[in-house]
């Protein structure tokens, strides 16, 4: 329904605006204006047009060779990661208590992982999985497996991958809870009447009842799944090697590590949009869902 | 089909056995297979609570519940082999209204032919033949509800149907169809089917026997003929009827009653009233009409008139008390007095809310 | 205050919910928008409150335009269906909300929540909180609070649906006393028509978000315009029957003839539908026999509902469905033929594009 339009509230977001402003916009124009110099920031330019642009898009360049290489990684990384802590958060929402004691016990234990620091969700790993000092990597060794995620890639591979889905799994978890908790009791009484067994009052009532719940769980842990930094590069480094080297390491490698500004910011530039056209798709999704609900309520 | 016997069922949802505690107070009934049933009172009254009992949903704190002859306290209620109806229409929203109406054969592993058969009888049966390709979720509140009894006649085992208030998100042009449907149904399939209402119209017209229930306990129990000629408690004398029996206080002494100083006279006589109780009179408006003033009549004060098209009813004040009146039809009170004139044979008297048999 | 739409049309998302709406209200008038769900009738209440702007068309409060005008700066009070009450305050402080919103002294604040309270009968709960009360009671709250704010617009959208049958008619005979107290503009929204006739003041019946007929109560009840009010106007629903007239004859569907005269005689030869009311149809064992000038149908009875006071009976005549209300118990057995006579004086006549052509004598 529109709402009438009240003009006042855009004085109040004023101050913010010029905050962001100041701290987002200028910097993002700085960075735009970077992708299309060449520079290594002793603020010499050298004009560079679209050329980052077309080194980034060809495999046959190293810079695009770099990126490719990470952005193929992240997608893989990010499909994994989606694919394990969906159906996991599913399960582990549907095997939660709806009502009594045990519910305020649980959803508290669910969000324990979310409440720590990312980077000391990334050092508890590390040392997690050490074989010398590590729980996990000391146990893993002493029954036979050569486990070691400093030399490994696949080790390092799996490594992340578990940390990622002990993180955010409950994320996926609690959003789902609170999209069951939405149906009611009478759906569940009519399919116990109707002889269903547990596995169609799930494909035939929860399933579809928690579409939009699993939408939004999927967009914000593709999302962050991404963008991720922080969590690989404190227990790999991005190796062994760069098996593990994200789009994220391997910007902060070219503009931190080889002061290559111009080419960074281009990367940068073109991850984000990478990122913004994904969520469109997902939005997109979504309203059209929406969309079908509203129409399926008041029509016919 | 079964026959239903509540034996001392009883229930309070805090585990409490304080009378206080009970929302459905001890009760005892038989219901006979094939009947048509319907539960009515005010939201609080137990009804809900008595039908979850009966479906399996709730377990009763006390008593027992029988199918033919049988104790099922123990079984689940897809074990009792009951439908239910609810309040508002519960159907699978990825199906089509097809694959609604088969879902419980399937479950069941009946062979595709014989589904097929069935679904297309209730479906006839239900008008809804036209839309069994369509995806359930795109019909309206009154064909969903078509499907949800569906789901529940299409398994020609079913020992009961039990309806809870299932016409609430109806609206009232489509009421009519729907009531008239379910009670064809019933005389076709010859089902037991109980109904849970507050609404007096939907349980009158649905029954064979209604049962009228009041803060836990079944206060009368009757053909809906019975419940409003001879209602046994003031609840059921308010409770039934649009609008409600005048329930008043007043003298009773043989023949005789006295209301606001005026005598009316009564059919029956009664002697033996018990001392000490509060007794009042109970007219139906129906039996209550206004005419002019006249001396010999009790005079009241107009206040307003309700005109329904086909009847109308005066609310007429007298003293402190609120009466409601049959306006005779072609009539035009004018002014604000007017004399009621009341069916001596039509007036009941209660001792303490219960109703007392005169001696003829 | 006057309230007036001006061609008033509400269209979101493609969909149209409201469609060239022209009304004018009077200070101290009950209006009901009488319509099925989907009406139009809460996106219309919406749009007189100013919680949704017009997508066309002008809404004018005292000959000023209020259009655009956001609802704070409006005269409103609302109550909906759901009993809306802050469930943190006490009834007291549910219903002292708008005034101290409005920044009312103390004193005066207690003087008129205690006017409320009497009024709805709510003075016993002034310091529970709405989660403790009945639903009535929990409705009374939102009512109240809707009234002290001396609004000169009040809008109640279904406010009794969700209360038990007996609730309902205990708080609806009290409506008309509350509304003649405050002196404001009410509008009351219902699917019910029996609860139009019940609460009188005027009906504006609304179909598919176009009003279809505006007027007093009553005379909406005797003389629909269109056979669209009229079914909309009827329950049990209009009976409804198929007649050509020729040669100074009417015929049914059936093949019953029944001579043209009173309002017959006047209309051109030609297709018509008539409906009349339940109530009008008067039943009787025995083959059809013309007595006193009423029209007669053969009907086999397909059902009877008994309430006790009125018997329904439910007929087949001539592949249609009719309902027939007999007042007492009638006991007749599905299948038993009957003979149906009608008045012809209490049919309305429609022509074939549902216009009133002739109705029932007025007085």
Known sequence: MEKIVNQKAWFLVLPVFAVVAFSAVIPLMTVVNYSVQDTFGNNKFFWNGVGWYQELLSPSTELGGRFLASLWRNLIFSAVVLAIEIPLGIVVALAMPRQGRGVAFSLVVLALPLLIPWNVVGTIWQIFGRSDIGLLGYVLNRLGFDYNYVSYPIDAWATIIVMDVWHWSSLVALLCYAGLKSIPEAFYQAASIDGASRWAVFTAIQLPKMQRVLLIAGLLRFMDSFMIYTEPFVVTGGGPGNSTTFISIELVKLALGQFDLGKAAAMSLVYELIILIICWVFYTVMTNAGQERRIEREGA | MARIDLVDLAHAYNGGTTDADLVLKPTSMTWRQGGAYALLGPSGCGKTTLLNIISGIVRPSRGKVLFDGKDVGALTTQQRNIAQVFQFPVIYDTMTVGENLAFPLKNRGLPRAEIEKRVGEIARLLDLEAYLGRRASRLSADAKQKISLGRGLVRADVAAILFDEPLTVIDPALKWELRSKLKTLHRALDLTMIYVTHDQTEALTFADTVVVMHEGSVVQTGTPEELFARPEHTFVGYFIGSPGMNIVAGEVRGREAKIAGHTLALKRSYDALPAGANIEIGIRPEFVSIAPPRPDLLSARLERIDDLGRTRFARVRVDSLRLAAAVPPGSIPDGEEVGLTFDPAQIHVYADSRRIEGAA | ?363
């Open chain 3, 1 to 363: 205050m006057t309230l007036r739409l001006d061609k008033v049309s509400l269209l979101q998302s493609g969909q149209v919910f409201l469609r060239d709406v022209s009304l004018s209200l009077e200070r101290g008038t009950l209006n009901v928008l009488l319509g099925p769900t989907l009406s139009g009738k809460t996106s219309l209440m919406r749009v007189m409150a100013g919680l949704d702007a017009p997508t066309e068309g002008r809404v004018f409060v005292d000959d000023k335009d209020v259009t655009g005008l956001d609802v704070r700066k409006r005269s409103v009070a609302m109550v909906y269906q759901q009993f809306i009450n802050y469930p943190a305050f006490t009834v007291f402080e549910n219903i002292a909300s708008p005034l101290r919103v409005q920044g009312k002294p103390q004193r005066e604040i207690e003087q008129r929540v205690n006017e409320a309270a009497k009024l709805l009968r709510l003075e016993p709960y002034l310091d529970r909180t709405p989660l403790s009360l009945s639903g009535g009671q929990q409705q009374r709250t939102a009512i109240a609070r809707a009234l002290v704010k001396g609004a000169d617009l009040v809008l109640l959208d279904e406010p009794l649906a969700n209360l038990d049958y007996k609730l309902r008619e205990g708080l609806r005979a009290e409506l008309p006393r509350i509304f003649e107290a405050s002196g404001a503009i009410f509008v009351y929204a219902t699917t019910e028509p029996t609860e139009a006739l019940l609460l009188g003041g005027r009906t504006i019946c609304l179909w598919e978000g176009r009003p279809m007929q505006v007027g007093v109560t009553s005379q909406v009840y005797r003389r629909p315009e269109s056979l669209r009010v009229a079914q909309l106007f009827s329950d049990p629903p209009l009976n409804l029957a198929e007649v050509t007239k020729h040669d100074g004859a009417v015929v049914y569907s059936d093949g019953e003839k029944a001579p043209a005269d009173g309002r017959f005689a006047a209309l051109a030869d030609g297709a018509y539908r008539v409906g009349f009311r339940a109530h009008q149809l008067a039943l009787a064992d025995g083959r059809p026999d013309r007595q006193q000038g009423r029209h007669a149908f053969a009907a086999t009875v397909a059902l009877t509902e008994i309430t006790g006071s009125e018997s329904f009976v439910h007929l087949k005549r001539d592949g249609t469905n009719w309902v027939a209300v007999l007042p007492g118990v009638h006991e007749f057995l599905p299948g038993q033929a009957l003979q149906a006579t009608l008045d012809p004086a209490d049919i309305f006549i429609f022509d074939r594009d549902g216009r009133l052509v002739a109705g029932p004598p007025q007085g």
